[in-house]
């Protein structure tokens, strides 16, 4: 990933965090990794974990942000949030979000928050 991939990624779940908070989550981790795999943000309401995996793009001429959240990386993602909620006791249901950000070329982001976004399968 290049430096300017990677600033871009910062914005965006800077921009996240922002969002979730102004809504009622509670941020509990930001880019919590476990071996390879990394969880950009795992968030907590009053009855559940929130797994959230943030994608930002410069436009959308390749398709949406959340178009991009592979069956490989929900796999990854599945496997990282059970082993935290294994290491840290915790007995809420987990459910996968996905918040796309499109940064236009006025520098305005446009946020599209996709609730349970795809179920969980270790398979």
Known sequence: ??????????????????????NGYEIIERN??????????????????????????????????????????????TQAINEYVVK???NLDCMFDVISIVINENKQPILNHLKNAFYPTLK
């Open 32 to 77: 919590w990794r476990f071996k390879k795999y990394e969880i950009d943000i795992i968030a907590k309401t009053n009855d559940a974990i929130i797994v959230i995996e943030v994608k930002t793009r410069k436009s959308a001429n390749f398709g949406q942000p959340e178009d991009f959240v592979s069956i490989a990386q929900q796999k990854y993602l």
């Open 88 to 90: 840290n006791n915790i």
């Open 1 to 22: 990933m290049n430096s300017s991939s990677k600033k871009l990624g910062i914005i965006g779940e800077t921009i996240a965090c922002n969002y979730l908070i102004e």
